[in-house]
């Protein structure tokens, strides 16, 4: 089974500032396998980052993601209002097939 | 544009079974793989379980014997029910697409909550 750990487990910012989200796996992720994404109360997640790096349809160039093997990071360059929200890692391929981290709130300092 | 529409029973006592259904539009059912996954009130995410037309399924060992998804593409739904319901099984239950990449889900329903309780 890979496990999942994201850090921090809340990050307190202000409006500006960047963001600096990681996700830690148990064991190495394809980096084709892993996903970012973003949760607003009351909402579905939305899918920000896949493959490690790579931008969903319609996401701010302000959101990257980076990293390989045990080590994945999201980070938002200049935070928005509408930024502040839940963040899930997630990858593809262990046992289960799919699995998300914890999550990490990002909220206003 | 792809839209999900998920529908449950809202509440279910224990013991028993749950059955939800993910009606898709804007997509062909038969041409991508569909997930269930849920969220217990103030919780992480949890997969479940996925379909693919051909017939193709896959579970979360941590549900398995007691999830079953199937799907219908003359409706253009796919369902899940959740047998043997306890406290535990009580969440946001969310359908969702799997991208064409395969890893990751690309539309999400907006989801049904489902409670368990006498």
């Known amino acids: 089974e890979i496990v999942l750990t994201q850090s921090p487990g809340t990050l307190s910012l202000s409006p500006g500032e960047r963001a600096t989200l990681s996700c830690r796996a148990s064991?190495?992720?394809?980096?084709?396998?892993l996903a970012w994404y973003q949760q607003k109360p009351g909402q579905a997640p939305r899918l920000l980052i896949y493959?490690?790096?790579t931008r969903a349809t319609g996401i701010p160039d302000r959101f990257s993601g980076s990293g390989s093997g045990t080590d994945f990071t999201l980070t938002i360059s200049r935070l928005e209002p509408e930024d502040f929200a839940v963040y899930f890692c997630?990858?593809?391929?262990?046992?289960?097939?799919?699995?998300f981290g914890p999550g990490t709130k990002v909220q206003t300092k | 544009q792809v839209h999900l529409q998920e529908s449950g029973p809202g509440l279910v006592k224990p013991s028993e079974t749950a059955s939800l259904t993910c009606v898709v539009s804007?997509?062909?059912?038969?041409?991508?793989?569909w997930s269930w996954i849920r969220q217990p009130p103030g919780k992480g995410l949890e997969w479940i379980a996925y379909?693919?037309?051909?017939?193709?399924?896959n579970y979360n060992p941590s549900l398995e014997g007691r999830v079953t998804i199937s799907l219908d593409a003359s409706r253009s739904l796919f369902s899940l029910r959740l047998t043997s319901v306890t406290a535990a099984d009580t969440a946001v239950y969310y359908c969702?697409?799997?991208?064409?990449?395969?890893?990751?889900?690309?539309?999400w329903g907006q989801g049904t909550l489902v409670t368990v309780s006498s």
């Open positions: 804007g997509d062909s059912i038969s041409t991508s793989y």
């Open positions: 969702a697409r799997v991208s064409s990449g395969g890893a990751d889900f690309d539309h």
């Open positions: 379909i693919y037309y051909g017939g193709s399924t």
């Open positions: 997630q990858q593809f391929g262990g046992s289960p097939i799919f699995s």
């Open positions: 493959g490690a790096s």
């Open positions: 064991q190495s992720v394809t980096s084709s396998h």
